[in-house]
């Protein structure tokens, strides 16, 4: 299934250099309006009059020359105004598509590259609803099976455990299942299955082994011999043999693969009484993805607001040891997210700054699931008076008010000269945050590598 875009211009940045600006328009935010109005319309317009419906036209630098001398008219002749710009937009569009830099994909493949980065680094630069990020995975599930770019990144990109849960998380180990169905084709994968059901059926010939870990050592082997069923067996029988002893005269392997097993088996024994271990496919040891260039989306950016109680609040729950050392570091970003949101589940690419807060890089897989106790929404609720009592400006605030009104804000993370910034965009009720008693523009816990820097005034 293909889903249609939503708008013809996709994570563009706009820069207008401005000579002089006419009195009679006012102020910059007229003259925001204006080019709404004409140049952005404009650009919409003629980038579907110029690409193919089916197509992602990528160009990194779309430079527009408009020069309007009719400043006294500005908007007493918009007709000839429009006429102006919408002919500079059209020739700029059509000389940056011919360009050598820009590139047109299959919308289907682009919107499966946004699925694959997320995958590869556990974040995204724009916000997707539920529905939309549902129908951007199933986009994914529908090209890779066909797109063989797309496949080998897949491969290679699950090859960091990280990344591979990720992957899992998407559709769940069913979801898995019916990938690999999609890959293999639907015979090779039932033989794959039984032959995870024969491993399991026989531990005393073979490591005990769970359906996700034999998934994952499914993936690491399609990246390096392709879809053929004889390797694939070979190699997961060669690394969960436990004895050298073995002859395949002592199993009865299923009628279903039974010729592909004897001759795996037979191949794997021979290989183990020469190496004398057994083999375990690896991963790359990759160190996970920093901040992504254009900047990670933040979904509870008012988390940074708590800066001051947080170390008290993980500690009430056992996350911080005496020596000051957090305890199960992967579940804090979601129990932060829980704290700020009240959701007990998320998407990983929702909790980039809850692992940013908890001292974990952004590509570090973490828990996405938290169960409500009774102990924990008390401390939470604490918490969240206790801001408030100390915000006087809040004093008629629930708990409930102070989230959303405060701390379930979008923003974005970025990296900038080995620091972290975060920049969330003002609204009329952040005229209270000059109230707050405490710093919450600098956040440095002991367990965080990098300083926080908070800009809450950038758009």
């Known amino acids: 299934m293909t889903v249609a875009p939503q708008n013809t211009i996709d994570n563009a ?45 990528q160009i990194p630098t779309l430079e527009l020359d408009i020069v309007i001398d009719q400043e006294s008219d500005f908007f007493s002749d918009p007709s000839n105004i429009q006429a102006i710009v919408w002919d500079k937009v059209y020739n700029g569009l059509k000389k940056a598509i011919r360009q050598s830099d ?38 994914l599930y529908d090209t890779i099976p066909e797109n063989k770019r797309l496949r080998e990144q897949l491969f290679k990109t699950v090859r960091n455990e990280g990344a591979f849960n990720r992957l899992s998380n998407l559709r769940s180990l069913r979801g898995l299942g019916i990938l690999l169905d999609r890959i293999l084709g639907k015979a090779a994968s039932n033989k794959l299955k039984i032959a995870l059901r024969f491993i399991q059926d026989h531990p005393d010939y073979f490591k005990p082994i769970h359906l996700e870990e034999f998934y994952y050592r499914v993936f690491l082997t399609l990246g390096t011999n392709g879809n053929n069923l004889q390797p694939l067996l070979f190699r997961l029988l060669r690394g969960l043999q436990v004895s050298k002893g073995l002859t395949r005269k002592k199993l009865r392997f299923p009628s279903e693969v039974e010729q592909e097993m004897k001759v795996a ?99 570090t897989h973490c828990a996405t699931n938290i169960r409500p106790s ?43 000269n080995g620091f972290d910034y975060l920049y969330i965009t003002e609204r009329t009720e952040d005229i209270l945050l000059n109230y707050i008693p405490w710093n919450y523009t600098t956040i440095k816990y002991d367990w965080m590598p990098n300083i926080l820097f908070v800009e809450w005034n950038k758009s």
Do not use: C
């Open 265 to 363: 088996f037979y191949e794997s024994v021979t290989e183990l009484k020469k190496t004398k271990a057994p083999v375990r496919e690896k991963g790359f040891g990759e160190e996970p993805s920093p901040l992504i260039e254009k900047g990670a989306h933040v979904g509870q950016a008012g988390l940074v607001l708590l800066a001051p109680f947080l170390p008290k609040f993980l500690r009430n729950l056992g996350h911080i040891g005496t020596n000051g050392q957090l305890r199960r570091r992967s579940s804090i970003p979601m129990l932060l997210h829980y704290l700020a949101t009240g959701e007990t589940s998320a998407l990983e690419w929702k909790l980039t700054l809850p692992k940013v807060l908890a001292g974990m890089a952004p590509g």
């Open 102 to 139: 820009t590139t047109e994909t299959a919308v289907s493949e682009y919107q499966a590259t946004i699925v694959l980065d997320f995958i590869r680094t556990g974040q995204l630069s724009t916000y997707y609803t539920d529905e939309h990020w549902n129908n951007l995975v199933n986009v």
């Open 13 to 57: 940045e706009l820069h207008f250099k401005l000579s002089s600006l006419p009195l009679h328009m006012g102020n910059g935010d007229a003259f925001v309006s204006w080019a709404k109005t004409n140049v952005l319309k404009a650009i919409d317009h003629h980038a579907e009059d110029l690409t193919a419906t089916d197509a992602m036209v």
């Open 374 to 416: 009774k102990k924990r929404d008390a401390q939470i609720n604490e918490l969240l008076k206790s801001v408030i009592g100390h915000w006087e400006a809040l004093k008629n605030t629930s708990p409930a008010g102070l989230q959303a009104t405060f701390l379930m804000r979008q923003g974005t993370l970025k990296t900038k």
